[in-house]
């Protein structure tokens, strides 16, 4: 198995051969985070899909080809996009490559224990989730994806889409080789999500880092990263381990998968709209599985999760992805006090009044 | 105008007439100091006195209205906070902050501080301050129980005259007992602010810092980082769970008695007959001085009554114990564990700290806080309950005197007298006793004030106080005012709109976070500890406050909201300590909520909700 690796193969070692992403995955999977299976696609299956016996030389002829874009030319940039994409999607996969994505995907499915499993189908490249360099959302994700030719399709797309617009822009400007960037894939179960949303292991709002605040929305992330809804929002003392916060906000819209593939978003069900997306049971597991996340990177982290629905809790939480948080990560480096004394520390209080505004 | 009535423009119901004769004139808002008293913010301290106020019950309010401003004003000199004000309207109790004084006063005071202040705080372990305190303090509640009220005899006993005559006599005695009595009281209560202001100000001051590492904490967590677990104000529920373990190790007939619905007399009639009983019964004597003198209520009351003659209180307590050990549950606190799982709490706080000088300044605070905070949680014990139950009986055996002499018809009747008065009919009946036979004190002059005051009260009860008169403060600066009504913006923003509300509209009521959880069932109002064997298996409890006495109620309850009372009030601390949520100082919950009314407490955002009204 060249191609592809499983993701308790992997680690955080691993970025340069299945790239950021996945070798995330495998890193979480590996300290035992409740990480959807799945596999990456590596590398080198890239490499060799566009350096195959056929069309040697294919990936240089791109790069020419894309060198000469002014990044800030925005029509040159999508008419090079869509001749660069279709040259990528339109060249065969060599037939061992097929193949053995094939078998991993059929593997999955026996794995898992049912036919065409729907799987989400990602790029992952080697520069993206650097806490500077985000390259988050850049390539193209693939959702709901069902039997091994869409699987194998899905693959290509993701492959070409690194040379979407704005990552060739992005290239460009931060002055990266578009010869030496590569993409890896990962293929995922897909989450059957009732609810899903984002956690910080400290509140973004404030910084302050004895929280977890978990933000919540029926349906697929994508809601809430779109921001089609306000999600409802919970804080959690990670000490306490209570929950110290709970807003429950109206969730009018929501993003579901559709049978034959994809997503679409749907006005959520009345009686639905102003309940609690999340029950206490799963913010505290969260929270609970957020702290260690945290201990895990000893930095604090931004993490994507989901509930599904097919399963019963706790087994219902998934983690699908982490990256370091980069706000508060990024200043706090002055003390918030400075060096004082109890001695200062009693005097300044002993001299501060409450001011109290007059109505 | 801040939407607060003018103090001198609220009018009382005509039923209520003669309700400012009833206490010291200084406590009454009057045109001489309008000026002032416009100028401050009053507002209901339904801490201290959620009813409307018996006269000789204020003297506990005149003596800490003297004793808590003079520590900052005069002795530890806390710079911009002068004392907190006193007065009486409609029976009812308000109180304000008084406002900062002029910098230059503060600049002088801030000297005084530093060199006083910080001697407490620097040698509070090393000289054993408390230690000291509570000796002297013990001390002076014993002789206050030695102090005698003597009967008036027919004639002095030869002892008086022989071998050499005594020169003052019975009548003397009575007046001077009475005297010694309100000493002690106003010594005791200058006694009690002897560290309470610095520890407050060490509480805040630890606040503030934690606020500032961890700006979204809540109080309540704050409040378990502090909280001391072995304070003496659990210690009358531990006796009676010692009580309890020893009654079941000696035997089904000492247990049984204990468990039986005979009244707590004839429980101990019963158990005086045979040894097993007598053993326990010693064990019993022993524990309950000083730990049964515990009051029902907060303290602040005669008529809350203390353990120690409310009998019925501990022996359904000791009842309900033998109950959840037979049936194999825990009655004991686990100290170690407590004391374990707070340095946890702390250790984990400050491990989230990053920065070196940040985590020397929490330290640092945290240091002063543990230092000094025990004194907070263990002088209420002595002085609010143990004292005070001791005074209470002294001016009952006064009060029967009276009544023996017809000057009153019930023993309790000499609460209806303020302390200034009391001395007038101890003279009068002096006076009639010296001047010998037959010879009538206006006995039936002061029956007739009792009676009057009885009704003033009664009216007073069905009036509905302003919570708040004058004028909303810039600034509050007094560390009492902070820490123990919670005064803040918000406070003062609710109760604008108090003002005007109407009990029964209300379907949210807020106050603070305590003790997080969510959980919903049915309310049950106690406002008096006599009221609490009502209270049924899984309600939530729903009263003005707490204190220890009512500490074993909370096996029972599934939550509880009360009216007073911050994060590290009774009720805040007890339902942390038993996973229970809480949502305390809410202001109002008695009087909104009513019992079998379904409500939702949420300990985490602090609010209760009224989820269905009862029947009728």
């Known amino acids: 198995m060249k191609y592809v690796r499983w993701f308790d193969e992997i680690g955080k070692d691993d970025i340069s051969s299945v790239g950021g992403k996945a070798a995330n995955l495998g890193e979480m999977v590996n300290a035992g985070f409740p990480v959807p299976p799945g596999f990456a696609i590596t590398i080198d299956a890239f490499e060799e899909f566009l350096e195959s016996a056929k069309k040697r030389g294919k990936k240089a002829h791109i790069a020419r080809i894309i060198s000469k874009v002014d990044p800030k030319d925005t029509r040159e940039l999508e008419k090079v996009s869509i001749l660069v994409r279709d040259i990528v999607e339109s060249t065969p996969v060599p037939e061992h490559i097929e193949e053995e994505i094939v078998r991993a995907y059929e593997k999955f499915c026996n794995h898992v224990g049912y036919e065409n499993i729907p799987v989400a189908v990602r790029s992952s490249a080697t520069a993206e989730d650097v806490p500077d360099a985000s390259f988050a959302g850049q390539q193209d994700t693939y959702l709901w994806i069902r039997g091994k030719d869409s699987v194998v399709r899905h693959v290509v797309k993701c492959w070409s889409s690194l040379y979407t617009p704005r990552a060739i822009a992005y290239r460009a400007t931060k002055g990266f080789d578009h010869y030496e960037v590569s993409i890896a894939v990962v293929v995922q179960k897909m989450v059957n999500s009732r609810s899903s949303g984002v956690m910080f292991t400290l509140n973004p709002a404030n910084g302050d880092v004895s929280q977890i605040v978990i933000e919540s929305s029926w349906g697929l992330g994508e809601a809430i990263v779109s921001g089609e809804v306000t999600p409802d929002r919970f804080a959690v003392d990670k000490v306490m381990e209570e929950i110290v916060e709970r807003t429950v906000s109206p969730k009018t819209r929501w993003c579901v998968f559709r049978e034959d593939g994809g997503v679409v978003y749907q006005d959520v069900p009345e009686e639905m709209q102003q309940k609690p997306s999340l029950d206490d049971h799963e913010v505290k597991e969260l929270a609970r599985i957020g702290k260690k996340i945290e201990e895990h990177y000893s930095i604090p982290m931004d993490i994507e999760w989901a509930i599904d629905r097919d399963f019963e809790f706790p087994e219902s939480i998934f983690i699908l992805q982490c990256r370091p948080e980069t706000v508060w990560s990024k200043r706090k480096k002055e003390p918030v006090i400075k060096a004082k004394s109890g001695f200062d520390l009693i005097m300044s209080r002993a001299t501060t009044t409450i001011k109290l505004k007059k109505s | 105008m801040s939407g607060f009535p003018d103090p001198l423009e609220v009018e009382t119901p005509d039923e209520m007439e003669g309700w400012k004769e009833m206490y010291p004139p200084h406590y009454i808002f009057s045109e001489e100091r309008a000026e002032w008293e416009r100028r401050q913010f009053w507002y209901l301290d339904k801490i201290h006195a959620p009813d409307p106020m018996y006269p000789f019950d204020l003297i506990f309010h005149e003596a800490w209205q003297i004793a808590l401003a003079q520590l900052n004003t005069r002795v530890f000199c806390i710079p911009p906070a002068q004392g907190v004000a006193q007065r009486i309207l409609g029976c009812y109790f308000y109180i304000c902050a008084v406002e900062p004084p002029s910098e230059e006063t503060i600049q002088k005071k801030a000297e005084l501080f530093q060199k006083r202040a910080f001697y407490v705080f620097e040698n509070y372990e090393k000289e054993n301050l408390y230690e000291k305190w509570e000796k002297r303090f013990r001390e002076l509640g014993e002789e206050v129980k030695k102090i005698e009220v003597p009967d008036l005899p027919t004639f002095e006993p030869d002892e008086r005259v022989f071998p050499e005559p005594r020169g003052y006599f019975t009548s003397y005695d009575l007046m001077e007992a009475y005297s010694k009595l309100i000493d002690s009281i106003y010594k005791a209560w200058q006694y009690h602010f002897q560290y309470l202001n610095l520890s407050y100000l060490a509480y805040l001051s630890f606040a503030d810092v934690v606020r500032k590492l961890f700006p979204a904490i809540s109080e309540s967590t704050i409040g378990k980082m502090v909280a001391g677990a072995d304070v003496v104000m659990f210690r009358p529920q531990e006796e009676l769970a010692k009580l309890a373990r020893l009654a079941i190790s000696l035997g089904d007939r000492v247990k049984d008695i204990l468990r039986s619905d005979r009244s707590p007399e004839e429980k101990i009639e019963e158990l005086s007959k045979f040894p097993e009983g007598r053993e326990w019964l010693r064990d ?333």
Not at chain 2, 354 to 377: G, L, T
Not at chain 2, 402 to 418: A, E, S
């Open chain 2, 284 to 616: 019993f004597e022993d524990a309950k001085d000083p730990w049964f003198y515990v009051s029902c209520g907060s303290g602040w009351f005669h008529y809350e009554g203390s353990w120690i003659n409310t009998l019925t209180v501990p022996f359904e307590y000791l009842k309900d114990y033998i109950e959840t050990i037979e049936a194999g549950g825990s009655v004991e606190r686990d100290i170690d564990e407590i004391h374990k799982k707070r340095e946890e709490i702390v250790k984990e706080y400050r491990n989230l700290i990053k920065n070196e000088d940040d985590r020397n300044a929490f330290d640092q605070a945290y240091d002063y806080v543990r230092r000094i905070y025990s004194y907070a949680e263990n002088h209420l014990f002595w002085v609010e309950h143990w004292f005070h139950t001791i005074v209470f009986e002294k001016m009952r055996e006064f009060g029967r005197l009276f009544v023996r002499y017809g000057m009153l018809n019930n023993t309790d009747d000499v609460f209806l007298f303020n302390r200034f008065e009391i001395p007038m009919i101890i003279e009068d009946l002096v006076t009639s006793w010296a001047l010998g036979e037959n010879v009538p004190p206006r006995a039936e002059y002061w029956k007739g004030i009792a009676e009057k005051r009885k009704k003033i009260l009664e009216a007073a009860r069905n009036w509905n106080p302003p919570p708040a008169l004058g004028t909303v403060p810039e600034e509050v600066a007094e560390p009492f005012t902070v820490m123990l009504w919670g005064i803040t913006q918000e406070k003062v923003t609710e109760w604008i709109k108090g003002v005007t509300y109407r009990p029964e509209d209300v379907t949210e009521i807020k106050g603070f976070a305590a003790s997080s959880g969510v959980i919903e069932g049915k309310a049950r109002v106690i406002r008096f500890l006599d009221e609490i064997t009502q209270v049924q298996e899984g309600e939530i409890l729903v009263c003005p406050n707490t204190n220890p006495s009512w500490a074993p109620v909370f096996m029972k309850i599934k939550a509880a909201v009360t009216d007073i009372g911050g994060l590290t009030s009774h009720a805040a601390i007890v339902c942390r300590e038993y996973g229970l949520p809480s949502v305390t100082g809410t202001g109002v919950a008695t009087q909104v909520i009513k019992t079998g009314d379904i409500i939702r407490v949420d300990g985490d955002s602090g609010t209760v909700t009224i989820v269905k009204r009862s029947e009728g």
